[in-house]
Structure formats: C-alpha cells, structure tokens
C-alpha cells in the first residue's frame, strides 16, 4: 500500500483554518453524559449520535481530523457506508484513540497511569488497515498538594513516548496528549509550573524513544487556572500564559499544536484560542508550530443538549455542531469574534 509520509499526514491535520473534533468518549464516558440529560445509555443511541456527528454537512470546511473509538470506527451509517467512507467522502481524517484509559497509580495515591502498551503495534496495525491515518493517547496529571508526583510526570511521559514511536513505526501520525487538569483551586501560575514539568519531561522522553518530532502533534491543555480558583485571568492573560509557556517547552521541530478543552465552555475555548494568534500584549505575532484546537466537549456539548436523543432534533444539533466548529476554526486563524455568537 503506498500510504503518504507522516509529515505530510500530519500538515493535512494541520491545514490553516481547521482543526480536529475528538468523538472519542469511551462508552462509559459517553454513557454518563447521556444519563445527565436522559437519554438511553445504550450501543444504538451512541451510534446514533456519533453519525449525526459525523454527517452535519459541511463540518469538513473546519475540521480536518475526527478521533474515532474501537467502538465508532467499526460503525455504519443508517445509509450503510462506513463511518470511515463517511469521513473520507466529506473530506475528514480518520483518527482513533488507542490508549486503555487512565488507571490509579500504584503507591501514588490521587495520580493515574495510562495502560494500553501491551499489544498496541497490533491493534495500531488493525486500525491503519481499517483506514485511520493518526492515533491519540491521553495521560492526565492531576493538580494538588505534592501532586503531580515526579514519578506520575515520568510514568505518564515514558508511556507517551513508547506509545508514538509504536505508531510512527506502524505509520501512524501520533497525536500526543499530556493534559493537566483543571479540577481544583490552584493559580495559573500553579497550572504553568505542573504543565512545564510535564512537557518537559514529554519531550525528553520523545527523544529517548526517537520519536520525529516533524511526524507528530502534541495536544495538549491550556494553562489555565484551577476552575475553583478565586482568581479567573482574563482571556488574554491566560493566552500569553499558555503562548510563553509553550514557547518554553515545545521544540520548533514539531509541526503543530492542537488544544484540548478540558471542561472550558466552547466560548471560553474560542476565546483562549484567537487571542493566542492576536499577537497582542506579550504574545509575540509569528509562532514556531501551527496552534489550533482539538476539541471535544468544547464543540459537542451544546450539540448533544439540543440532540437529548430525539430524531426530530438531529438538525438543530448538526446546527450547533457546526457553529462551534467555525467558531474553533475562526478562532485558529484569530478571526473569532464575540459577535459570532449571535448573543
Ligand atoms: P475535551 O476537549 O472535551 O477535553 O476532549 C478532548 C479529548 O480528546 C480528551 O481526551
């Protein structure tokens, strides 16, 4: 099969003015975001979701990549293509979230270890031959007193770096996803310090692995104040936070930078996002890498509110689906504006 090389796979994620839309809940996850608002906690109301996703017409002028999971990438449209053929006909990537999800740490009470490394070059090779072109792993650090724990940063941050050269060699763009959390009370300053440590000691473990830097995409958070924090910084304060501490950790060599949302609403997200590109204050105006979102709940959730499961809903959710798309897109170029909200 002659596939095209990582580079150029992971510029197609990074096309100017789009981004990616991460629809990869595990089950569990999506089943409890389900219950909150009633709906049945069942495989047919989730693929039914996940294809009223997938098939808003026009999401492909915004989003160049959709995470899929060992769930949905097996899935079919009501018509019977594929959710994969879905994709490929509307111009999308498909990506798949391959990690095992986030275990407790042994003697590190608070912290998680993400498991999923045993068996992986399989499952990445089944996946590459079902049509995914890029993998995402997620490791979460936790914020509190003594935590996160040097051991936690270093157990996360090796598995990460095991977990992309596995893809690189199978021919996977890695999509690489150190997220610090925002639960909790600590300052920005706190969130900077944590998130520092942890792309650090990422990068390091991306070397020692081998990773080409050039053939992957980092996903990571914003920084961010701990959402029971008294002190919320404003908008542009936490883009030139986030922007410096980027600048201080990421290697120019990797071709771009893709946020997670985190629990921040899609406007909040928007927002962090333009004023990241507005070069103003102490953001400098030209950045190393590409910066655009890779949002889940940021985009979907306003979807899935409208959607409550019911068929005759499915085109006002596809509407508010494709709104915060544009709005993220917008916001990758600094074109968002607040009027775009219509509020
Ligand atoms: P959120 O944007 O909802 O944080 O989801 C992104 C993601 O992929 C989490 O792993």
Known sequence: ???????????????????????????????????????????????????????????????????????????????????????????????IKVDAGAKPLAACPGEKVTEG????????????????????????FAVGEGIPSRGCIEANAHALARYAALCQEVGLVPIVEPEVLM??????????????????????QLRSQRVLLEGMI????????????????????????????????????????????GGQTGELASARLNAMHMGSGSVPARLPWALTFSFGRAIQEPALGVWGGEKTHRGASQQALLHRARCSAAASQGEYRIAMEGI
């Open 218 to 261: 980092l996903k990571p958070n914003m920084v961010l104040p701990g959402q029971n924090c008294p002190q919320q910084e404003s908008v542009e304060e936490v883009a030139a936070a986030t922007v410096k501490c980027l600048l201080e950790c990421v290697p120019a060599a990797v071709p771009g930078i893709a946020f997670l949302s």
């Open 117 to 140: 490394l045993d068996g992986l070059r399989e499952r990445l090779r089944a996946y590459l031959q079902m049509g995914a072109r890029f993998a995402k792993w997620r490791a979460v």
């Open 1 to 95: 099969m002659n596939r095209p090389p990582l580079t150029d796979i992971a510029r197609a994620l990074l096309t100017t003015g789009k981004g990616l839309l991460a629809i990869d809940e595990s089950d569990s996850t999506c089943d409890k975001r389900f219950a909150l608002l009633g709906i049945p906690q069942t495989l047919a109301a989730r693929r039914e979701y996940r294809e009223l996703l997938i098939t808003t017409a026009g999401l492909g002028a915004s989003v160049s990549g959709v995470i899929l999971y060992d769930e949905t990438i097996r899935q079919h449209a009501a018509d019977g293509r594929t959710f994969l053929e879905v994709l490929d006909r509307a111009g999308i990537i498909a990506g």
């Open 183 to 204: 639960a909790g009370a600590h300052t920005l300053q706190r969130c900077r310090e944590v998130t520092e440590a942890c792309l650090h000691s990422v990068f390091h």
